[in-house]
């Protein structure tokens, strides 16, 4: 438990994809032993950075449950993929930002819970410069 | 929350996600004449006050962040706590927040911004928080009259542990003299040093050092 | 104590709290009562002033009378209010052979004026014995009148009840509507609303999700070019709040300041009144003189209208404008943008604030120097295009990129104006973008 992790590896190295792309890869959980495991979570989600409020939206869930009969052995690979949709395209404006993750949320006894996030680029927006008005 | 590790490559530590209360730890002042100050404390002399209590402190100086911390902490103690946080003129409580305290089982109620609240729904909260047997602490800029639990303040070597905090240690963008002068700009509040810290670091991640 | 409590708890339905409920119950019986005052009064002053004089010019049937005698009516004054004159006339006069003598006669509404001399000479204009011409109800002929007409600024009076009628019930009706919906089913909404957000891409028909739908940009053909592009923010709804607010307030003061004008007419100065009704006045005069700046920068400059030949825009293609600028105008120069903004709101302490960053801004249009002549538009083409590689519009609860055109017109001796059209950028097609 001291060295619980959570290791996720996409397929694409580069960690850049365009729209309609297939998003493939696997996460591992390290260190947790399978009585301490409740559930894990999946996301395939963007948000927001920036000055403003923090939004977000999740493309893609999955919830593995052990705990409810869901077929999911935490000692393997688990591997996942979605289809990447065409918007909203990565962005690093000055005010806001959109930032694509997959992230792994595991739920362990006790209410502990460890989240890890891998991120990716959407398109190729490059960054804005400051206009003129 | 600090900024992940793995962060995106335009990634601003200063982004409101990382900033927000409850991402930044509180920073407690040096012990002062022997008073020990920290969460642990602070709970400790919450229920030696009684049934009311204040945080009282000026803008951007950490109130919100305390209250979040504070609720874990008593969480840890078993002392379930509801929070309602006011904001632009919420001159009532927002309907349904004694239900909601009730189904968590809350022992203390946390307002946040009490001073947005009207002359009859502050009465009305106390009536009842008292009925319910629920403690209310409060956080307010001014003196609510209620007995103070902590006063916030910020100094600059406060504001200086939370930009470390925030910055990787090896991110030169910010120097001690960008914080001080953010910090006198923004008269000593937190919050609005941040935001401007914002500015700054998306200028010299851009452009370099200016 | 817990009867006591259920009751307050319970007593307005099962989802709502004490405090709200009385909150919600003094905010609604405090407007329904302002509401109520304002009907009353209303309906009172419609039922002795608009209706009686209506009904006189519209329905009264004429015939001629013999004025009998005439005198001055008196309403003795008080401690409050000095005395009151109204000339008061005896006629005669005949209904379809049915004679008919009535006394106290002259207009409807048998106002008593302040002024003396104006019930003297009214009285002076009947001879005692002539014959004049008159109107009687026929619906009641013992009711007749020498004179009709419309009481002109008495009508003004009418605002007083129409405000409190005004503020009261849009005040009551937010009150009322605050009541029904509970902040539980609020909340509910709002929960479902964000789950449907998180988990509905599968099902939206979109292709473009995140990205704001353009349903309003292209709901209207252009004349010229496939769609006409709706203006920004509208001007009419802040003319209209300005036009209303000057003409309630006006209406009120100059009805204090008759009242003041009054006691030093009659050598009772009223200081208190005349010293309350001052600021109020000065008050009145800003926003009369708000209103005509916003009268003139709303129709000084005559409509600016913008065409596109598609829409929503993909970066990197060209795409047609169509630019009429209509009005009589002098130009400096008249310029189309291409902007796109970044948009933030977040909350600060107890604010909420939005800070808008400018990223990208280049002028696709200039004309210097010209006149454009009343009837006449201004009509001019360009191209726009969106380069390649920029980030698309983008629309979420707290952050947006937004990209509009913006005209902008420098006139000779008159401010400048600026009119905004928003625009739907979408992503380049497979995110293929080249910087």
Known sequence: MIHARVKIVLDAPTRSFNPGDLLAGQFVLEGIAPEDLRSVELSVLWHTEGKGEEDMSVHFFERLDPQNGQEFNPLLPHLFSTTLPNSPLSYAGFIVKICWCVRVRVFLARGKELSVEVPFRLGKVPQPEQAAS | MKPPAEHHEASNPFSTRFIRPGAVPFLFPPEQAGAKQDLDALADRLSSLGSRSQIVGPHGSGKSTLVRQLMDQLAQRGLPSYLVSLHDGERRMPAGWAKAAQQMAARLVIVDGYEQLGAWSRWMLKFRCRIRGWQLLVTAHQDVGLPTLFRTATDLATARSIVAHLLAPSDKNIDETTIADSFAAARGSVRDMLFALYDRYEQRTRHGSS | MAR????????????????????????ALFFGIFFALGCIAFVYMFAVLVWPEWRANRQFAPTTCVVVAKHLGVKAATANEPAMYRPEFHIRYQVEGEPYDVDEVYDVTQIYLPDQESATAILAQFEVGQEYPCWYDPINPKRAVLARGYSGWLYLTLLIPLS???????????????????????????????????????????????????????????????????????????????????????????????????????????????????????????????????????????????????HPLSPGSPYELFLSQAG????????????????????????????????????????????????LPFESRCQVRVPEGAMHSFHANHNEVCWKLIVRGAVVGWPDYQREFQIVVNPAVNGQTHA
Request: overall charge positive.
């Open chain 3, 328 to 375: 009589r105008l002098a130009m400096n120069s008249l310029e189309v943008w291409l902007v796109c903004e970044e948009k933030a709101t977040y909350r600060q302490g107890t604010d909420t604030r939005t800070e808008t960053r400018r990223v990208f801004g280049e002028r696709c249009f200039v004309r210097e120097g010209f006149q454009i002549h009343q009837g």
């Open chain 3, 164 to 310: 409190f009628l005004i503020i009261g019930g849009g005040r009551l009706v937010y009150a009322l509507l605050d009541w029904n919906a509970s902040a539980e089913r609020r909340s509910l909404m709002t929960q479902r609303a964000a789950q449907i957000d998180l988990f509905d891409y599968d099902k939206q028909d979109r292709n473009f999700p995140s990205v704001p739908a353009d349903a309003n940009l292209t709901n209207s053909p252009g004349t010229t070019l496939a769609y006409r592009l709706p203006i920004a923010a509208t001007t009419g709804w802040t003319l209209f709040g300005a036009s209303a607010a000057a003409v309630l307030w006006n209406g009120i003061v100059i009805w204090f300041a008759i009242m003041a004008i009054r006691s030093f007419a009659l050598g009772t100065p009223d200081w208190t009144l005349t010293g309350l009704v001052i600021p109020f006045a000065a008050a009145g005069v800003w926003l009369i003189v708000y209103l005509i700046r916003q009268l003139l920068k709303t129709t000084g400059v005559g409509p600016t209208r913008l065409e596109i030949s598609a």
């Open chain 3, 4 to 27: 006591l409590f259920r009751f307050y708890e319970k007593k307005r339905g099962d989802r709502r709290t004490g405090s709200q409920a009385f909150g919600n119950f003094g905010e």
